[in-house]
């Protein structure tokens, strides 16, 4: 006879952390990778960081006989020596550092929701104990009445149980990411013969067991949203603000970007706390300016829509420098299919457990909301959705877990009205009430970090927590 599978729904809700934001600071910031010093009519051009990274340049004006002078520094020779491999290794130690970070933001929200199921589980114990204790007190309808509803709570230990088992599977994926990294690490510095094809596959598998997890652990259902909490009032009506949602849980920096069009200056806050004072913050001047407000902060760069035109642009911050940009297939540009409060917002770029998204609309899709999956090495379209939702009725949206979700308006009485599940290629109409306390929101953003939408809502930067409703399967996998 088989057994039916049970299923329990554990409520996750977690809070923003402000607290521990304006606790953390920032390791020293770094500046320009390139210099370029002038003596006298020379100047010097460093195209790499060191002669062991590639060559330099050292160009002059002009010779006394008139011919141009170049002089060029070749790399050092064992560099010449290393050939392809030696990118091919630091490719895969980025993919591990990756991995490394991600593992640590499932590991804090993994243990926050355990947390959360073991006050669950000493309330039951708790209750169970009451009502052995009021036997006696209690009529016995009364008293069947709880204890069949005690009767239901229970399950809840295999709950728990699970979730103890899935911390400990994921102590076991961080130990293995630190040894595969020192494998690298030591490969590198001897550059002799490996099996690269046999690291790869290492790198590979560990990122599908995280991918997995985050699934199984993080993911839920949206069923909540908190009240707001208002971070700050500061800009224009219209802005973004955001967290980098890859960084480590020391890493507290907020970007700031006040406007819709034509900006290019970013404004970098060391800490959450330093944001709210505006203080110690360091300004980018992007090369291309914006559009819109759906920007995001994914792994170190600033992912946005180039202004005019439907070209993404990956800005990373350390270098400060364009690493890729991209056009985007189709995508509408220049308020052309704007979410209904304008403001250029025809690309919106997300994060959620699952990686970088593009919301955009394209004439094909008869101004319906597409959401594409894009690589954030390369920017290319790994795979896209046609929601059927107009673009032009929603006031944002946001992705979680893979949903993506969208509100009916960016006015006071906004709800999220409508959802869509990239996984089954489905959708379904809800009703989460949703407070718009200042009445105009032009930006809403999820960071699967903290587990809070960001908003600016009508010049004042806000936090939302949210509810997930998650499914966990206690007699195996479904």
Partial sequence: MSVPLLKIGAVLSTMAMVTNWMSQTLPSLVGLNGTVSRAGTSEKITLFQSPEEGWQLYTSAQAPDGKCICTAVIPAQSTCSRDGRSRELRQLMEKVQNVSQSMEVLELRTYRDLQYMRSMETLMRSLDARL??????????SFQELKDRMTELLPLSSVLEQYKADTRTIVRLREEVRNLSGSLATIQEEMGAYGYDDLQQRVMALEARLHACA????????????NPITIRAMGSRFGSWMTDTMAPSADSRVWYM??????????????????????????HLLPQPWAGTGHVVYNGSLFYNK????????YHFRSRSVLVQRSLPGAGYNNTFPY???????????????GLWAVYTTNQNAGNIVVSRLDPHTLEVMRSWDTGYPKRSAGEAFMICGVLYVTNSHLAGAKVYFAYFTNTSSYEYTDVPFHNQYSHISMLDYNPRERALYTWNNGHQVLYNVTLFHVISTAGDP
């Fill in 132 to 141: 052995r204790a009021a036997d006696g007190s209690l009529s016995a309808k």
């Fill in 215 to 226: 699934q199984k652990l993080g993911c839920g259902k949206l069923t909540g949203v908190s």
């Fill in 258 to 283: 006040d406007g819709y069009y034509k900006g290019r200056r970013v404004l970098e806050f060391r800490t959450l706390g330093d944001f709210i004072k505006g203080q110690n913050f360091i300004q």
């Fill in 307 to 314: 202004y005019q035109s439907n070209v993404v642009v990956k």
């Fill in 340 to 354: 209904s409060w304008g403001g250029f917002s025809d690309m919106d770029f997300m994060v959620d457990e699952s």
